[in-house]
T-cell receptor, first 116, second 113 residues
Framework: DAGVIQSPRHEVTEMGQEVTLRCKPISGHNSLFWYRQTMMRGLELLIY????????DSGMPEDRFSAKMPNASFSTLKIQPSEPRDSAVYFCASSRLSRGLGDEQFFGPGTRLTVL | GENVEQHPSTLSVQEGDSAVIKCTYSDSASNYFPWYKQELGKRPQLIIDIRSNVGEKKDQRIAVTLNKTAKHFSLHITETQPEDSAVYFCAALSQAAGNKLTFGGGTRVLVKP
């Protein structure tokens, strides 16, 4: 298995531009998570999906952020318009949704976003 | 919602010594407690986890303990090596919260040769 795949790995853009981050979860995993990591705020959960349905988006900072999961193998996180304070590493993670006890989340390599 | 506190934020140890990181959680419904290691510029990777029906788990030089009554859990690394230098995150998952992991703030561990 290739693991969680994210693209692009690095993104440099100018303030006001639209940014789209992409994620392909591990095949067979039915939970998908988007995290943001900064030195100041640590690792923050932005939104997560179970079976392609958004469950909790309380971590999405504001309306400029949106996320979709049109099918079980693809998700996007969009920032429009982007601002310098959005600069961070964005991780996607996936896991199996289990009725029993919790399961390991596997992280993708991350997208390092720089907004100038 | 769940709140996870992690201490210390930084930890410096001599090679060969032990390192201990402690976390507390607030949601008594949490039942899964993973620990992740993140090396500089890399993704977080699971190193050990413990479930609420177990009090202790060990994997070579790494061990984790869980005290459900006190709602705290700890990571113990023995015989530390320079390659153990990284940031370590604890986390708690509450099934009641729908499979959502809440992370602690992280501990930066430096193992001095």
């Amino acid at each position: 298995d290739a693991g969680v795949i994210q693209s692009p790995r690095h993104e440099v853009t100018e303030m006001g531009q639209e940014v789209t981050l992409r994620c392909k979860p591990i095949s067979g995993h039915n939970s998908l998570f988007w995290y943001r990591q900064t030195m100041m705020r640590g690792l923050e959960l932005l939104i997560y999906f179970n079976n392609n349905v958004p469950i909790d988006d309380s971590g999405m900072p504001e309306d400029r952020f949106s996320a979709k999961m049109p099918n079980a193998s693809f998700s996007t996180l969009k920032i429009q318009p982007s601002e310098p304070r959005d600069s961070a590493v964005y991780f996607c993670a996936s896991s199996r949704l289990s009725r029993g006890l919790g399961d390991e989340q596997f992280f993708g390599p991350g997208t390092r976003l720089t907004v100038l | 919602g769940e709140n996870v506190e992690q201490h210390p934020s930084t930890l410096s140890v001599q090679e060969g010594d032990s390192a201990v990181i402690k976390c507390t959680y607030s949601d008594s419904a949490s039942n899964y407690f993973p620990w992740y290691k993140q090396e500089l510029g890399k993704r977080p990777q699971l190193i050990i986890d413990i479930r609420s029906n177990v009090g202790e788990k060990k994997d070579q030089r790494i061990a984790v303990t869980l005290n459900k009554t006190a709602k705290h859990f700890s990571l113990h690394i023995t015989e530390t090596q320079p390659e153990d230098s990284a940031v370590y995150f604890c986390a708690a998952l509450s099934q009641a919260a729908g499979n959502k992991l809440t992370f602690g703030g992280g501990t930066r561990v430096l193992v001095k040769p």
